[in-house]
Every structure is written in structure tokens, then in C-alpha cells.
């Protein structure tokens, strides 16, 4: 399949931000933290995370493209310990808080699949604790976030602001 580039300026992503903060506000969701899957999710996270007021910030590091080449794993990778992170998961259910987890797309939607099992063990859907965030979601992904802004076409490829360098 030939992938048309659809190129995203720095106004569209915060107004998608701005879509799914609403929704987030609109449901009640209380955010205890998020998660930023490096590299795409980080800008969102960090502009969702400051339209939600909200301080506490991790990263984890996932890979499944090289450019426009699919690789065919996902790689992870704890930027903050898994048993940090599954403690902070614990004091968010304690609290009755939700852990934001934030990808710029759900693609094939591994990525995020991928992440969210390593959070919640095998299964990969998100559970009352973790809940799984795009700006866009393609209709193939295997994974449907809780939160997306935007579907967008299996042909497009997103090109975000902070690739276009």
C-alpha cells in the first residue's frame, strides 16, 4: 500500500490535545500521572499533561518503526524501573487515579498494545487504573485507545511537527 504524507502544523496538534483533554475533563477522569511513549507521545503527553494540570511525568522508550519501515517487534524499554513504575500504578489505584498513558498514533496499534501489556501484564487492553491515549487512530490498529482525537486513513502517514526537521 502507497502511504500518502499528511503533514500536521503545530495548530492541529493542540487542538487535538485540546479534544482529548476535554473529553478526559468531560468524563471525570482523575489523572494521578502519565506516561509518554518516546519519541511521539512525548510532545502530546507534555501538552495534555499542562492542559490538565498535571505534574508527574514518565517515559518509556518503544519502537516498532525506523523511519516509514515497520520493524517487525516492538522494542521497550523503562526509562523510570518497571517496579517504580508498577508502585506509582499501585499508589494511582490506591487513590482512585488514573495513569494517562500517550502515544502520538495508534498505526498498527502494537506500540501501544505493547506498552499497556507491559503495564498491566498479558492481554493489553487498559484496565480502571491505565488508559491509553492517541492524537490519531488508524481503523486497522489492533488496539483502540481509550482516548483518540482523530481517526485518520490506513494510507496516510502522520507526519508531526517535530519530524518535519
Known amino acids: 500500500m502507497r502511504l500518502l504524507k ?6 492541529e496538534v ?6 482529548i483533554a476535554d473529553k478526559i475533563r ?3 477522569v482523575n489523572i494521578g500521572c502519565i506516561l509518554a511513549v518516546a519519541r511521539g507521545g512525548i510532545v502530546p503527553a507534555m501538552i495534555i499533561a499542562k492542559m490538565l494540570s498535571v505534574d508527574d511525568i514518565d517515559l518509556i522508550r518503544a519502537r516498532h518503526y525506523q523511519g516509514m519501515r515497520m520493524d ?15 508502585d506509582k500504578i499501585d499508589r494511582c489505584r490506591r487513590e482512585g487515579r488514573i495513569m ?12 501501544i498494545k ?3 501489556e507491559a503495564l498491566n501484564g ?20 489492533v488496539f483502540k485507545p481509550d482516548y483518540y482525537a482523530e481517526l485518520c486513513r490506513d494510507d496516510e502517514w ?8
Do not use: H
Not at 487492553?125 to 491515549?133: E, L
Open 114 to 116: 505493547t506498552v499497556t
Open 158 to 165: 502522520i507526519v508531526f511537527p517535530w519530524e518535519q526537521t
Open 122 to 141: 498479558k492481554g493489553g487492553k487498559s484496565n480502571d487504573t491505565i488508559i491509553a491515549v492517541t492524537l490519531y487512530m488508524k481503523p486497522r490498529s
Open 72 to 86: 517487525e517487534d516492538v522494542s521497550i524499554a523503562f526509562i523510570t524501573p518497571l517496579q517504580d513504575m508498577q
Open 26 to 28: 468531560d468524563d471525570g
Open 14 to 19: 493542540n487542538r487535538l490535545c485540546s479534544l
Open 100 to 111: 494517562l498513558v500517550v502515544d502520538d498514533i495508534a498505526d498498527t496499534g502494537l506500540t
Open 6 to 11: 499528511r503533514y500536521i502544523d503545530w495548530d
